[in-house]
């Protein structure tokens, strides 16, 4: 098919239609608003369901009644709302009922501002709820990705019977690009042996997140970590460049990835030895490609839009045989290429004068963070005033 030049969230609502979605419960929040839109007119004109819950808490639960059902079933929020899921997501977790979750992330915590985040990744790969799961986590960087990575999120979902959550920022979801939609597939005509279709003819199925017994409930999550451990095995997903004489490798994802991608193509041009490498997947995280780049290079730079939450993933993975540093901007603000540019030169500098056992002393992930124009916070404070207020 043409290209087309699509807004991100609008194309991820389109990928979902086109992917089978057949019910779509959610709830409007910034920066994502539009892909709420999109879908409520897309599934009326083809005769599919559209709700406009009162809440993000009741939106998780229609989805996942019908996921129970059999139906491809979605939602979409931003951090807050994703917050107020997440009971949901641990009752469709211990349910075994696929679901699909955009996270398109703005600036927190608290209700924050509309603005460009990643600070949402603990809560998507660590946190996402209760209990020993994890959902599958997929970060597109780009408009295609986002359509690609919407449909792969339908499959993923259906394959494992699990949530499959596909998180951009807030960047991504209004940004505009030229991007191509698949065909549109065709709805199924049966739903899944397991789904609560009515048990005429047939013995009950049960979808139950409920085993009261401590050895039942143990039995039921040694079955979960088993699929846990082959989605480990077969759905990591990475994108590398540069890395085979990278001394220094730059690691990031998302919209930020973009912004490293840039720095990285300067730098080489400048002569510096440096990669980049993105995880695609952020659960499951690639572990063993991190480590594998941790034995080649001298030293790696993780840049985000937060405090540092990747930071401990790559840390994890990379052991404590190499130097890393963290560049990270917080509240929506998004790093510049020239900010990773600086980062990587004063990192060369480091490792040719100090060699890599100072560099390890020198790598505080507070230290890292730029400076957060605390003069500016403190006045603005000073003008709203330090609690409730009516502006």
């Not at 979902?16 to 409007?28: D, I, L, M, S, T």
């Not at 005769?47 to 059902?69: H, K, P, T, W």
């Not at 549109?184 to 003819?201: C, H, I, N, S």
Request: glycine share 8%; net charge negative.
């Amino acid at each position: 098919m043409p290209k087309q030049l699509l807004k991100g969230n609008v194309a991820i609502a389109e990928a979902a239609v086109r992917a089978g979605c057949e019910a779509y419960f959610g709830y409007p929040i910034t920066p994502q608003t539009e892909l709420l839109e999109h879908m409520s007119k897309r599934m009326i004109e083809l005769d599919r369901v559209f709700l406009q819950a009162e809440s993000e808490v009741a939106a998780i639960n229609m989805v996942y009644g019908a996921a129970a059902a059999g139906a491809r079933a979605m939602t979409s929020s931003s951090g807050p709302g994703i917050s107020l899921m997440q009971e949901g997501f641990s009752y469709i977790a211990g349910s075994e009922v696929p679901v699909v979750i955009v996270d398109v992330m703005r600036g927190g915590p608290g209700l924050g501002n509309i603005q460009p985040s990643q600070a949402d990744y603990h809560q998507v790969t660590k946190s996402a709820g209760h209990g020993d799961f994890h959902p599958i986590v997929l970060a597109p960087s780009t408009i295609q990705e986002t359509i690609d990575m919407t449909v792969l999120a339908f499959d993923l979902a259906d394959k494992y019977r699990t949530l499959v959550l596909v998180v951009a920022d807030g960047a991504i979801g209004q940004m505009m690009e030229p991007a191509e939609l698949p065909p549109m597939r065709p709805l199924r005509k049966q739903r899944p042996e397991w789904a609560l279709t009515g048990a005429k003819d047939r013995e009950a199925n049960i979808n139950t997140s409920i085993y009261l017994g401590a050895t039942n409930l143990e039995a039921f999550n040694q079955k979960l970590q088993a699929k846990l451990a082959a989605i480990r095995d077969n759905e990591v997903r990475f994108e590398e460049a540069f890395v085979d004489d990278a001394d220094i490798v730059v690691i990031a994802f998302g919209s930020v990835a973009r912004v490293a991608q840039t720095a990285v193509r300067r730098l080489r041009d400048e002569g510096f030895p440096v990669g980049l490498f993105r995880p695609i997947s952020l659960w499951p995280f690639p572990e063993q490609q991190v480590a594998r780049l941790a034995d080649k290079a001298k030293a790696m730079l993780v840049v985000e839009m937060n405090a540092g939450q990747m930071l401990h993933d790559v840390r994890a993975a990379a052991g404590r045989g190499i130097p890393i540093s963290f560049l990270g901007r917080m509240g929506g603000v998004i790093p510049m290429p020239d900010e990773v540019e600086d980062r990587v030169r004063t990192l060369s500098v480091q490792l040719r004068e100090g060699g890599q056992h100072l560099l390890q002393e020198k790598v505080v992930a507070q230290d890292a963070i730029l400076p957060a124009v605390s003069t500016a916070f403190d006045t603005d404070k000073q003008e709203r005033g330090n609690g409730y207020h009516d502006r």
